[in-house]
């Protein structure tokens, strides 16, 4: 099974292409640049290297956010209109959760964040255990300040990854002194080849009704669900 | 007989998304419409008084592919009946315009179609090719919420623009003139339904500009109005709600037409067009009609479904564009301030 997935929720670019549990091609840019112009052709020039057709494609994976709105809707439009284009699954999975896989091999806590701005971060707990991921404590939209302090009194290892580390290592480091792990860059974004292995622990998402996992609402949003919900 | 070559129609898919509805629609040859689906958010964004893009863009990814899906359905066509996937590549709100031009990229990717940007504008022109053939050349009234254009056409797929607002769109003018005399949103029904009630009593400038010019302006009419309200309110005085729609509207329309008709005899213009939100308008329908009957040019306003923002536009602009061969790449953006050539 070819499985496609994208990630442009957050400032990196990611396009993979999997055979099955196989890697068979991967892109990642982590640049500031336009992620509406560049990611049909990332999708296009790795599909034609690797040589798959898109009638060959039988499942497409997708970064739903949190991070940039625009960026997930972005990810989003291009992954749901594929998978309705072309009759075949789409499968939304945290952007949060993608990014956790880079802690696999850890036995601490593992606490991935996006910067939020103005002290906020886009953040979850997660865990390792038995080569299994778990949710520990649900994603929310939180002051870094809180989230530190909620570790401070846990008392327990967590390993900190995030594409915005650099704003935050030193608070970090500050606040929990050797209870915070923090790896190298190389390991502070996401894969989206993990998107894929994540994604086996899913059902298909029903192609029209996977929408962004904003963890934001404006009021007004926030009713509006409310409403269409009630309508459903 | 004898004339054996075989013309395949041309089918083409449209998509609109660059404001507060997510549309998508098949048109055939340019000029007959297979389905035609809109999907209006104008309910959630009325308690806001105006559209919130943050929330039209968060509607649009919601609402993309069931609209496809029933635009699909309604026309009974296959994937290889489709020549190409047109979508509206701007102007228009960014993160709106966003969700329909990366939605087309991933149609013509996965269905392997050309592709091919649209300007908001020209899809709003071309509405009226769904009514009747055009004849070159042509002026163009286009009037909305955000536009208040002339354009000159001299033959499929070229537009001059000749004249445009320099401060408010008409459409702009119209909401703001609404809120003072609290009306719901949109305003501009509101505000066409209460001039027919009232009369132009109120004295209100008309700006006409220089003498050769085209251009339009009507924020120093929405001052005079604000004034008007204000003065009045001052004395003690009420005046009538509809009466100040009447002459508010009386001097948008005045300014319109004048100009249009001035414009479509100087450039000895076969057909005169009108386009765009505001052509739903009443008063400036008759209005126009009124003033080109006494001329020798014929004038074409679209059916009220066509005037307001909808996908067949688009599609009907984009095959134009398709049979002159233009095309757009996979690195195609959504453009909010694109200029229509
Ligand atoms: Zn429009």
């Known amino acids: 099974m070819y499985i496609l997935s994208i990630d442009t929720s957050n400032q990196s670019l990611g396009v993979a292409i999997m055979k099955n549990d196989i890697v068979i091609g991967e892109v990642i840019t982590n640049i500031a640049k336009n992620h509406s112009v560049r990611l049909m052709p990332a999708i296009d020039e790795l599909m034609k290297e690797v040589n798959i057709t898109p009638e060959q494609l039988e499942k497409i994976v997708v970064a739903k956010g949190p991070g940039s709105y625009t960026g997930v809707r972005i990810g989003l439009t291009t992954a749901k209109t594929l998978a309705w284009a072309l009759n075949i699954p789409v499968v939304g999975v945290s952007s949060l959760e993608a990014l956790a896989y880079q802690g696999r091999f850890s036995q601490a806590l593992v606490c991935p964040f996006f910067d939020a701005r103005r002290g906020l971060v886009f953040t979850g707990v997660y865990q390792w255990k038995e080569g299994k991921l778990s949710l520990v404590r649900e994603e929310?939209?939180?002051?870094?300040?809180?989230?530190?302090?909620?570790?401070?009194?846990?008392?327990?290892?967590v390993l900190f990854l995030s594409p915005d580390i650099d704003k935050h290592a030193e608070n970090i480091k500050g606040k929990l002194g050797d209870l915070a792990i923090i790896p190298e860059n190389t390991f502070q974004i996401a894969n989206p080849s993990h998107l894929a292995l994540a994604s086996t622990n899913y059902e298909a998402d029903h192609t029209h009704s996977l929408t962004p996992n904003y963890l934001r609402l404006a009021e007004a949003e926030a009713n509006w669900l409310k409403s269409q919900k009630e309508t459903k | 007989m004898g004339e054996f070559k075989m013309k395949k129609d041309t089918y083409i898919l449209g998509i609109e998304t660059s404001c507060d509805e997510t549309a998508v629609a098949i048109v055939k040859n340019g000029t007959e419409i297979i389905s035609n689906i809109v999907a209006s958010q104008i309910e959630s964004h009325k308690r806001f008084g105006g559209v919130v893009p943050e929330i039209a863009s968060r509607h649009h990814v919601e609402q993309m592919t069931i609209v496809l899906e029933e635009a699909f359905q309604e026309s009974n066509l296959n994937w290889k009946d489709i020549d190409a996937i047109a979508v509206t590549e701007g102007p228009g709100l960014v993160g709106a315009l966003l969700i329909g031009v990366n939605a087309a990229k991933a149609l013509a990717f996965a269905k392997q179609k050309p592709l091919i940007g649209v300007h908001h504008i020209a899809g709003h022109i071309?509405?009226?090719?769904?009514?009747?053939?055009?004849?070159?050349?042509?002026?163009?009234?286009?009037?909305?919420g955000g536009h208040t254009e002339l354009v000159l056409m001299k033959e499929h797929g070229r537009y001059e623009l000749i004249g445009e607002t320099r401060d408010d769109a008409a459409g702009e003018a119209y909401d703001k003139v609404a809120r003072m005399l609290e009306l719901p949103y949109p305003g501009g029904p509101h505000i066409d339904r209460l001039a027919s009630e009232g009369e132009a009593s109120i004295d209100l400038p008309r700006a006409w500009l220089e003498d050769d010019s085209y251009d339009f302006s009507f924020s120093g009419l929405k001052s005079a109005v604000i004034n008007t309200i204000h003065n009045a309110k001052q004395r003690g005085e009420s005046l009538k709600k509809e009466d100040i729609a009447a002459s508010f509207q009386a001097s948008v329309i005045d300014v319109l037409t004048t100009k249009?008709?001035?414009?479509?005899?100087?450039?000895?213009?076969?057909?005169?067009?009108?386009?765009?939100g505001v052509a739903a308008n009443k008063g400036l329908r008759t209005a126009l009609t009124e003033k080109f009957a006494e001329t020798d040019i014929p004038l074409l306003v679209p059916p009220l479904r066509l005037c307001t923002d909808n996908a067949a536009m688009i599609a009907a602009a984009g095959t134009i564009s398709y049979e002159q061969g233009k095309r757009s790449g996979m690195d195609l953006n959504a453009n909010p301030s694109l200029l229509l050539k």
Not at chain 1, 140 to 157: A, G, V
Not at chain 2, 260 to 276: D, F, L, P, R, S
């Open chain 1, 140 to 157: 929310t939209n939180m002051l870094m300040e809180d989230l530190l302090q909620s570790f401070l009194e846990q008392n327990q290892e």
């Open chain 2, 126 to 144: 071309y509405a009226n090719r769904l009514e009747k053939e055009f004849q070159f050349p042509l002026l163009a009234l286009i009037v909305s």
């Open chain 2, 260 to 276: 249009t008709v001035k414009a479509a005899k100087n450039y000895h213009v076969k057909q005169v067009i009108v386009a765009g």
